[in-house]
């Protein structure tokens, strides 16, 4: 956990910042550390950092004849990042406060660089601001969109991963919390303005769960009836495992599968508040050898009419979500990546009894990993048939991306 003496929002975020950078990993790991103290501020300058980190680099590098330490870079990065879209005045704050922090914590060259370097990139930033969206995402992905989808739906895409991710909760209009808006995706609502403590005992009674409305579609297509035999691949940390079981009845069953560790913890947890049907839970590494499937369930409970996989993938659908992806992702995992994909759908597909159906669904916008998987897969599974498919894009949709893909075994 992220620690400060006082509690200071911009401490902790300073803190945390200069943890990433001595040791990068994923941003949800950044977060998870974080005091419950002035949370939410401490997030929300973490996240000015993030979804514009290629771009404050970008700012900053022709003023630095070398890269600075990780707590001195850390406070330069917060600081830009937080004053990116503010008035010039509260720049000034900004700034004033950065040399303070410098002056306390760092030595006195470090704190005359801060100075000097902030006061440069205020009179550059105008300079750049027109290209920020594109700056903000790496090259080969910008190359990779504007050859699938052409120069304007990249831009489009590029400003919708700089916007901020809203928050949904599903739930049923008598469960909704005072403020939130309904959507045009039923028992989907917006919480935009409405206060934690107004939807968190809505979420941890059962009777709602965040989550955006693109998981609704592979829970729509699946068409779960009562009775039905579930089972979720990849299925922590739960949203759409606890949307099935709510939809199941006492003589339905759900088996959710996962590899062990705090995810599958997290999908144990979420599971037990949502519906009462019989739920199994198997944490083990995917795929799961026969041996040891059988050995984890009972013979009348290795089959099953629905299944879902929802595989690991890039997350280029949830990038302003997760803007970190940006930094991570290397045009490499777009291909090994799908050789995972492909050996997950079909261990999945081994489940599936005849007549019942298969859902393969991904967070990725990316056509390797999503139409070339099921073509690969189709192309060695005479007994599947494909009947929809559909990869949403979020500035169309409105939504979060990613590809669902609905199979049947025939």
């Known amino acids: 956990m992220v620690n400060s003496s006082n509690g200071n929002p911009h401490q902790v975020a300073w803190q945390a910042l200069t943890s990433y950078l001595i040791r990068p990993g994923k941003l949800e790991d950044v977060m998870a550390h974080l005091g419950e103290e002035n949370r939410a501020q401490s997030q929300q300058l973490i996240m000015c950092v993030f979804k514009d980190y290629l771009f404050i680099e970008h700012a900053l590098t022709p003023f630095l004849q070398r890269t600075p330490r990780p707590k001195l870079r850390a406070l330069l990065m917060l600081a830009v990042g937080e004053a990116l879209d503010v008035e010039s005045d509260r720049q000034a704050r900004i700034q004033h406060w950065a040399v303070e922090c410098a002056k306390s914590s760092l030595s006195k060259a470090e704190s005359g660089l801060v100075n000097a370097v902030l006061r440069k990139v205020w009179g550059h930033l105008d300079v750049i601001l027109a290209e920020r969206n594109e700056l903000n995402h790496p090259r080969w992905l910008l190359n990779r969109w504007q050859q699938a989808w052409g120069s304007e739906a990249t831009a489009q895409f590029c400003v919708w991963n700089q916007m901020p991710a809203p928050t949904f909760i599903r739930c049923t209009a008598e469960d909704a919390p005072a403020g939130a808006v309904p959507t045009q995706w039923p028992g989907f609502y917006h919480l935009q303005g409405v206060a934690a403590e107004e939807w968190l005992p809505i979420v941890r009674s059962g009777a709602g769960y965040i989550q955006d409305p693109m998981t609704r579609r592979p829970v729509e297509l699946l068409d779960i009836q009562s009775g039905d035999r579930v089972l979720d691949v990849c299925a922590a940390p739960g949203g759409k495992s606890c949307w099935f079981r709510q939809k199941l009845s006492d003589d339905g069953l759900l088996v959710a599968v996962d590899a062990p560790g705090a995810r599958l ?62 930094l991570r992702l290397q045009p490499s995992d777009l291909d090994a990546l799908p050789k995972l994909q492909l050996s997950l759908l079909r261990w999945a597909a081994a489940k599936v009894i005849p007549g019942g159906l298969l859902a393969y669904s991904t967070c990725s916008v990316e056509d390797v990993e999503n139409k070339k998987v099921i073509d690969e897969f189709l192309s060695h599974s005479e007994d599947f048939s494909l009947l929809h498919g559909e990869v949403s894009l979020p500035w169309l949709t409105h939504h979060d991306g990613g590809g669902v893909f609905i199979l049947q075994r025939v």
């Open 265 to 326: 913890d997290r999908l144990h947890e979420n599971l037990m508040r949502y519906g009462s049907a019989p739920v199994l839970v198997i944490g083990k590494h995917l795929p799961v050898s026969e041996s040891d499937w059988n050995s984890s369930l009972p013979e009348n409970a290795r089959k099953f009419n629905k299944v879902l996989v929802d595989v690991p993938c890039s997350n280029t659908g949830v990038l302003r979500r997760k803007p970190d992806v940006r």
